[in-house]
């Protein structure tokens, strides 16, 4: 990443630029997986977010069902699907 390319591993060992590339990249919270070095780490901003509660993530999921069923003009859905919204809920944070 400092000097624009990776060498090529197989074969002649010839060196890839990179152009135009912008690299993102994820992680698992820390503890127990392999750290990163910080020569690495200073390629990218962090962002951690704290894990949100599940009251947090009820209201959250909530309102977008709640959103979900008002915005519907043409595929209005019934009285029994809107009924199950809290267990939708429950089972999306659940599978979440």
Same mark, same amino acid.
């Given at each position: ?11 002649e060992k ?19 997986? =392999? ?5 690495? +780490? #200073? ?5 951690? &977010? ?23 003009? =043409? ?5 029994? +699907? #809107? ?5 939708? &809920? ?7």
């Open positions: 990443m400092d000097y624009g390319g990776w060498y090529e591993l197989d074969g010839d060196f890839r630029y990179t152009v135009s590339v912008v690299f993102c990249a994820a992680m698992q919270p820390p503890g127990g997986q =392999k750290t990163i070095t910080n020569r690495y +780490v #200073r390629h990218y901003n962090i962002i951690y &977010v704290e894990p949100y509660s599940d009251a947090s993530l009820k209201t959250i999921f909530g309102n977008v069902m709640d959103w979900m069923f008002l915005s519907q003009t =043409k595929n209005v859905y019934g009285a029994g +699907v #809107r009924a199950c919204k809290d267990n939708i &809920v429950i089972a999306t944070i659940t599978t979440y």
